[in-house]
């Protein structure tokens, strides 16, 4: 069984950059799809961007786009999430989440493993 452990996160004003990491502490991420997912409080779980297994498809939320950038490093058993331009409505609990499938996908509902999450906080 995959354990995924999310870091990065922190407090950073808005216009700023952070960059999350999920490192599989057990397991190996290479064959899985990898997506991250944020969820603000009382709000539910929301698609952030996703990664197929080989790294060719990538899909982010349009809120997202041009902002953040999601890679993967299979050698290092690690998922990136790069946040530039960060703005308030981006603050909330990030979770790294693995899944069987082939393809990249937004639906958390299809995601096996999941990280403890990170709390990125932008304030204005």
């Known amino acids: 069984q995959v354990q995924l452990v999310e870091s990065g996160g922190g407090l950073v004003q808005a216009g700023g950059s952070l960059r999350l990491s999920c490192v599989a502490s057990?397991?190996?991420?290479?064959?899985?799809?990898m997506g991250w997912f944020r969820q603000a409080p009382g709000k539910e779980r929301d698609f952030v961007a996703t990664?197929?297994?080989?790294?060719?498809?990538?899909l982010y939320a349009d809120s997202v786009k041009g902002r953040f950038t999601i890679s993967r490093d299979n050698a290092k058993n690690t998922v990136y999430l790069q946040m530039n331009s960060l703005k308030p409505e981006d603050t909330a609990v990030y979770y790294c989440?693995?899944?069987?499938?082939?393809?990249?996908?937004?639906?958390?509902?299809?995601?096996?493993?999941w990280g403890q999450g990170t709390q990125v906080t932008v304030s204005s």
């Open positions: 057990r397991g190996t991420l290479s064959t899985y799809t």
């Open positions: 989440g693995g899944a069987w499938l082939t393809q990249a996908d937004d639906e958390a509902g299809k995601y096996n493993y």
């Open positions: 990664i197929g297994w080989s790294g060719r498809k990538i």
